[in-house]
């Protein structure tokens, strides 16, 4: 799996967008990025995942650069509940495990 | 659906001891997955399995661990003997394998605690 890099912290105001950067420029034609978030004391949760087009979908956009080596999770009304730490990955589609970093940790301030 | 099921949610044992930890996967799911999680290395990937037959167990730590996975719907993970340095948060995930497959779902974890 490529390596992806992460700002360890970010802050963001309650009700604004939130913007997640990944770098991931040894990322290989076949592998997806994926996002999974942790609140506090839970297991990680799944949030979305793309080849090359930005995705959407009820939770966050993803947003790919063109040559795929970076992209961005956008939390677009971001809540209190949206406090968590947030994973990158970025791996070949399949069933094997995932390798996670050590994620941002996003506070959303009231 | 439950989701993915794990039990006990905590366990406080001592060292030495014997622990087991257990995992009911989302009904259908014919992938399973133990993770583990601390301070020190984060989330960490120790075993799956594939159609109840293990096929990566490069994550395990020693052979103090094991894991099985007897049939479709439960799963263990078994620590013998138990040492302090064990003291973590244990996760299951489930998913479906294939080149489709894309998302894993995690359990809450169990809290292991070994003094």
């Known amino acids: 799996d490529a390596k992806t890099t992460q700002p360890p912290s970010m802050d963001c105001a309650e009700g604004r967008a939130a913007n997640l950067p990944c770098n991931h420029s040894t990322i290989s034609g076949n592998e997806y990025v994926y996002w999974y978030r942790q609140i506090h004391s839970q297991g990680p949760q799944y949030i979305i995942h793309?080849?090359?087009n930005n995705e959407t979908n009820e939770m966050a956009s993803l947003i790919i650069t063109e040559d795929r080596k970076s992209s961005t999770l956008i939390l677009p009304h971001a809540t209190l509940r949206d406090t968590a730490v947030y994973y990158c990955i970025v791996r070949v589609q399949g069933a094997d495990g995932l390798t996670f970093g050590k994620g941002t940790h996003l506070i959303i301030q009231p | 659906d439950a989701g993915v099921i794990q039990s006990p949610r905590h366990e406080v044992t001592e060292m030495g001891q014997e622990v087991t930890l257990r995992c009911k996967p989302i009904?259908?799911?014919?992938?399973l997955f133990w993770y583990r999680q601390t301070m020190m290395r984060g989330l960490e990937l120790l075993i799956y399995f594939n159609n109840n037959v293990p096929i990566d167990d490069s994550g395990m730590p020693e052979d103090r661990f094991s894991a099985k996975m007897p049939n479709a719907s439960f799963s263990t993970l078994k620590i013998q003997p138990s040492e302090p340095r064990d003291s973590a948060v244990y996760f299951c995930?489930?998913?479906?394998?294939?080149?489709?497959?894309?998302?894993?779902?995690f359990g809450p974890g169990t809290r292991l605690t070994v003094t």
């Open positions: 995930a489930s998913s479906l394998s294939g080149p489709s497959s894309y998302e894993q779902y």
């Open positions: 009904s259908g799911h014919n992938s």
């Open positions: 793309g080849l090359k």
